[in-house]
């Protein structure tokens, strides 16, 4: 036989001679029940993390989902630069109806009669006084300082300066209701739901407001009762605004024999409020409202407006039977038993067991049995 012939029967029997497991019998009760008792935790593990818990037998998917929000309420105002006004929605709601978010007005600085001419800026009032007789209750300073409360405060050891409100001007805004309509739908399951769910009517509608004990299933929500469910006072946080997070959880199991799909709600709020990293706190913009005088000229009030937005944030997965995904994770899981359990035990036999050293020449012998 030529040499060539001989490697390539070599290579041959390297890439197709069959290998069977080496079998070695250990007579131990010790091993036998460190062996069943890896076993068992193994499988509580399987059973009872990988397919109740995680539930790794089903087919998953992420929601897809739309939202379109109403907010309703009215408020009262009385300031000393401007007439007695009620607000309704189209004042303190701006912009108008969004989706997905919501901005509700709740506190604003005024600044009326701007025009725009070639002349020097007209002064404004100081805040510096002397005693309350030069500040006035409810004047709304329009650069930016806040309504005054009529008081005259020390702001230094040289200098006193009238005291701004610390309270919003809609504080009637706790008040207020949005109703929420959320639909959502699981294209790969073919299944489709609302967050006005099939026992909700109109009539109930005009009478509910959701309440986790008395009507979890009502999508009117109160924003005083959002803010304090996300731990927050909604006069603070209205003073200078602030962002907060309403969240529904479309997280579903839709398999027959545990069907449920219904929304979870929680509120958080998503802006910053650092007691040192205090720095441009809150949330405002500007925008004006213009009109025209008797004369024709041109006039704006410029509007600081300060308030909260509503994020609406809907997340969620749903599962169902899938035979793939079983088949998958259960091969995965035996395959998972099997080695582990053999590798404590051996790990067991070479460190804890008298005979260790006859035990670890014997695994090398096919079929063998150990005598004690």
Same mark, same amino acid.
């Given at each position: 036989m030529s040499k060539s012939t001989g490697c390539c029967q070599g290579f041959l029997h390297y890439a197709f001679d069959y290998e069977t497991p080496k079998t070695l019998i250990i007579p131990s009760i010790r091993v036998g029940f460190v062996f069943r008792f890896t076993q068992f935790l193994l499988l509580l593990y399987v059973v009872g993390y990988v397919c109740v818990v995680q539930k790794a037998y089903q087919d998953r998917e992420s929601v897809i989902s739309t939202v379109t929000t109403k907010v309703k309420g009215f408020a009262f105002t009385n300031i000393s630069n401007m007439q007695p006004r009620f607000w309704d929605v189209v004042d303190y709601n701006i912009p108008p109806q969004g989706d997905d978010s919501f901005f509700v007005l709740t506190n604003m600085v005024m600044t009326p009669g701007q025009t725009q001419s070639r002349c020097p800026e007209l002064p404004t009032p100081s805040t510096t006084c002397v005693d309350d007789c030069d500040c006035v209750e409810g004047y709304n300073d329009p650069r930016g300082n806040g309504i005054q409360t009529g008081?005259?405060?020390?702001?230094? +050891?040289?200098?006193?300066?009238?005291?701004?409100?610390?309270?919003?001007?809609?504080?009637?805004?706790?008040?207020?209701?949005?109703?929420?309509?959320?639909?959502?739908?699981?294209?790969?399951?073919?299944?489709?739901? =609302?967050?006005?769910?099939?026992?909700?009517? +109109?009539?109930?509608?005009?009478?509910?407001?959701?309440?986790?004990?008395?009507?979890?299933?009502?999508?009117?929500? =109160?924003?005083?009762?959002?803010? +304090?469910?996300?731990?927050?006072?909604?006069?603070?946080?209205?003073?200078?605004?602030?962002?907060?997070?309403?969240?529904?959880?479309? +997280?579903?199991?839709?398999?027959?024999?545990?069907?449920?799909?219904?929304?979870?709600?929680?509120?958080?709020?998503?802006?910053?409020?650092?007691?040192?990293?205090?720095?441009?706190?809150?949330?405002?913009?500007?925008?004006?409202?213009?009109? =025209?005088?008797?004369?024709?000229?041109?006039?704006?009030?410029?509007?600081k407006a300060y308030g909260i937005r509503f994020d609406v944030i809907v997340f969620g997965t749903a599962g169902k039977f899938g035979i793939v995904p079983t088949i998958v994770n259960l091969g995965a899981a035996l395959s998972f038993l099997s080695l582990v359990s053999e590798d404590v035990c051996y790990w067991f036999i070479l460190t804890c067991m008298k005979k260790r050293d006859l035990y670890s020449r014997q695994k090398s012998t096919f079929s063998t049995k150990v005598p004690r």
């Open positions: 008081l005259c405060e020390n702001y230094s +050891s040289t200098v006193k300066t009238c005291e701004p409100t610390s309270f919003s001007l809609l504080a009637e805004a706790e008040n207020f209701t949005v109703l929420i309509k959320n639909s959502i739908t699981y294209p790969k399951f073919n299944f489709h739901k =609302r967050n006005i769910l099939s026992h909700i009517n +109109s009539t109930y509608l005009k009478t509910c407001e959701f309440n986790r004990q008395t009507h979890p299933d009502c999508p009117i929500f =109160r924003l005083k009762h959002i803010v +304090s469910e996300a731990g927050e006072d909604f006069q603070d946080m209205a003073v200078k605004g602030g962002v907060l997070g309403i969240l529904i959880d479309w +997280s579903c199991d839709l398999d027959w024999w545990a069907r449920k799909c219904y929304p979870k709600y929680t509120f958080r709020r998503l802006d910053n409020k650092h007691p040192v990293n205090n720095v441009a706190l809150g949330y405002n913009f500007r925008f004006a409202k213009y009109y =025209r005088t008797a004369e024709g000229e041109e006039v704006r009030t410029l509007i």
